[in-house]
């Protein structure tokens, strides 16, 4: 029988802990941390993200601010609003929720977060900061998958690790965080020639790909940690992760469940990023 770890759970201690950091850092500086998060248009999974990320600024003490857009802005006129956000001395993160409309390029306003301010780490410096190892921020989710196995006691160091999904915003920045602890890490992707032999080899195995139940018992080693990155929806509208839970949950030492596990630790994330960049602001 697996242990079970809950991101919800873990979030909740966190969260405890940023709100009294966050506490001592207005003591300090006379101020709360700030996240401004805006959000381009109506899409209701976003809308529902970004009210999450509010509400949890607010659990964790911390200053925020939503800027809410219609569908049709230009390009330019979020990009203005990035550039007032990037000089405003309250503000220590900025979040675009995306996906964004068409004719907005992501790139260009990602590009144009300073990258001190840049907590969902997507800006191509921060991006080269992490692949370093000279990094103070973390991008959210893998930090989360990172953190859920540490507190956990899950041990990384000399283990293989396997990461199915090779993503820009989880696959490729969690193998560098899983480097950086000293596992032995395999990315996996569409193209691997033998997905299930390098399943199988996995003492941590991680499926992040957007394909629902896709990781089934035969490619899970006995004894093997499985982190769900996943979030999809199944025949009957329920929503599960990448990995066919039922059935691989017997198989394993340690497993993440979906809803209640990476998910949570997310938004938690990013309120730490938050607080980093409100602290690396603060020392000048």
Same mark, same amino acid.
């Given at each position: 029988?697996?242990?079970?770890?809950?991101?919800?759970?873990?979030?909740?201690?966190?969260?405890?802990?940023?709100?009294?950091?966050?506490?001592?850092?207005?003591?300090?500086?006379?101020?709360?941390?700030?996240?401004?998060?805006?959000?381009?248009?109506?899409?209701?999974?976003?809308?529902?993200?970004?009210?999450?990320?509010?509400?949890?600024?607010?659990?964790?003490?911390?200053?925020?601010?939503?800027?809410?857009?219609?569908?049709?802005?230009?390009?330019?006129?979020?990009?203005?609003?990035?550039?007032?956000?990037?000089?405003?001395?309250?503000?220590? *993160?900025?979040?675009?929720?995306?996906?964004?409309?068409?004719?907005?390029?992501?790139?260009?306003?990602?590009?144009?977060?300073?990258?001190?301010?840049?907590?969902? %780490?997507?800006?191509?410096?921060?991006?080269?900061?992490?692949?370093? /190892?000279?990094?103070?921020?973390?991008?959210?989710?893998?930090?989360?998958? %990172?953190?859920?196995?540490?507190?956990? /006691?899950?041990?990384?160091?000399?283990?293989?690790?396997?990461?199915?999904?090779?993503?820009?915003?989880? /696959?490729?920045?969690?193998?560098?965080?899983?480097?950086?602890?000293?596992?032995?890490?395999? %990315?996996?992707?569409?193209?691997?020639?033998?997905?299930?032999?390098?399943?199988?080899?996995?003492?941590?195995?991680?499926?992040?790909?957007?394909?629902?139940?896709?990781?089934?018992?035969?490619?899970?080693?006995?004894?093997?940690?499985?982190?769900?990155?996943?979030?999809?929806?199944?025949?009957? *509208?329920?929503?599960?992760?990448?990995?066919?839970?039922?059935?691989?949950?017997?198989?394993?030492?340690?497993?993440?469940?979906?809803?209640?596990?990476? *998910?949570?630790?997310?938004?938690?994330?990013?309120?730490?990023?938050?607080?980093?960049?409100?602290?690396?602001?603060?020392?000048?």
């Amino acid at each position: 029988m697996a242990t079970i770890i809950s991101g919800k759970e873990l979030s909740l201690q966190i969260r405890g802990e940023i709100a009294e950091k966050a506490k001592q850092f207005e003591e300090q500086n006379g101020r709360l941390p700030g996240l401004a998060v805006i959000i381009v248009g109506e899409n209701p999974a976003s809308k529902v993200y970004v009210r999450n990320k509010h509400r949890a600024c607010g659990e964790c003490g911390m200053y925020s601010e939503v800027i809410e857009l219609p569908e049709q802005t230009p390009e330019e006129e979020l990009l203005a609003v990035i550039d007032e956000l990037n000089g405003r001395s309250e503000i220590d *993160g900025i979040l675009v929720q995306l996906p964004l409309p068409r004719h907005i390029k992501e790139s260009v306003v990602i590009n144009r977060i300073s990258p001190e301010k840049d907590v969902d %780490v997507f800006h191509p410096v921060n991006v080269g900061r992490l692949t370093t /190892g000279n990094y103070t921020l973390a991008p959210c989710t893998p930090a989360g998958v %990172v953190e859920m196995l540490v507190r956990s /006691g899950v041990e990384i160091k000399g283990k293989k690790c396997v990461v199915v999904g090779r993503s820009n915003i989880v /696959g490729k920045p969690l193998a560098l965080l899983l480097l950086e602890k000293n596992g032995t890490v395999t %990315v996996c992707h569409s193209r691997t020639a033998d997905l299930k032999a390098e399943c199988l080899e996995a003492d941590i195995l991680v499926a992040a790909i957007g394909k629902p139940k896709f990781i089934t018992a035969d490619m899970v080693k006995p004894g093997a940690v499985v982190v769900d990155v996943g979030i999809n929806r199944n025949e009957e *509208g329920k929503l599960c992760g990448d990995v066919d839970y039922e059935n691989v949950e017997p198989l394993c030492s340690y497993i993440t469940p979906v809803p209640g596990g990476v *998910g949570p630790m997310t938004i938690t994330m990013l309120m730490k990023n938050t607080l980093l960049a409100a602290e690396e602001r603060a020392k000048g």
